[in-house]
């Protein structure tokens, strides 16, 4: 499996910025997830959304602020960061799993290249 993150970018606070993720390879996973990791501090989960019925789950941090989708047809797995806050400045990472629901980085085994987001207060 091959993942390709983009759309990261310099955002003022309260704005909106969407990371998409192209899936390539084998075919498309059990979980896709968005993790991020701000320098200094290990990588957080998210938000992760069940390929076969596009079923989501959020950290409470971006809960109702942030919105995770899969689109099938194109093999992409989005996430819409809308009501950004400096605290949500990190690198953005997507990920793949195939198996049960997990949200810790270490069961996932296929990741992207991160995409920085930043946003300014």
């Known amino acids: 499996v091959q993942l390709q993150a983009s759309g990261g970018g310099l955002v003022q606070a309260g704005g909106s910025l969407r990371l998409s993720c192209d899936v390539s390879?084998?075919?498309?996973?059990?979980?896709m997830g968005w993790f991020r990791q701000a320098p200094g501090k290990e990588r957080e989960f998210v938000a992760i959304?069940?390929?076969?019925?596009?079923?989501?789950y959020y950290a409470d941090s971006v809960k109702g602020r942030f919105t995770i989708s899969r689109d099938n047809a194109k093999n992409t797995v989005y996430l819409q960061m809308d009501s950004l806050k400096p605290e949500d400045t990190a690198v953005y990472y997507c990920?793949?799993?195939?198996?049960?629901?997990?949200?810790?980085?270490?069961?996932?085994?296929?990741w992207g290249q991160g995409t920085q987001v930043t946003v300014s207060s």
């Open positions: 990920a793949a799993r195939y198996g049960l629901y997990q949200d810790r980085p270490k069961y996932y085994a296929y």
């Open positions: 390879g084998r075919t498309v996973s059990s979980f």
């Open positions: 959304v069940r390929w076969y019925d596009n079923s989501a």
